[in-house]
């Protein structure tokens, strides 16, 4: 493992026990965001929200990870899209201007 996700890891749960959730629920928070800059967002989420029910926090989580699935697909997309458009620009060798070889 790398120190930025032990590092995101520790803040996650020490943010969570500050907000007044036991320690069991910071951990449950890091096996459910995985990605340190998930786990950082959520925990910047529970020092300036102060969310009053785990519900709060859990349905807060579920938004981080739509969020960043969204942003993985929007990634995915304009790579494909990129991959694409320099296809359709590539030098082509030997094309008569009727399209006809």
Do not use: C, K
């Amino acid at each position: 493992m790398d120190v930025d996700y032990n590092a995101a890891r520790r803040h996650l749960i020490r943010s969570a026990m500050a907000a007044g959730f036991p320690e069991e629920f910071g951990e449950a928070l890091v096996q459910f965001l995985r990605s340190p800059s998930t786990m950082e967002r959520m925990s910047s989420y529970l020092v300036s929200a102060r969310p009053q029910s785990m519900a709060e926090v859990g349905d807060e989580a579920v938004a981080l990870l739509e969020e960043r699935a969204t942003w993985i697909e929007r990634m995915r997309s304009e790579e494909a899209n990129a991959a694409y458009t320099a296809f359709l620009n590539r030098p082509r060798d030997n094309e008569d201007e009727d399209g006809e070889d």
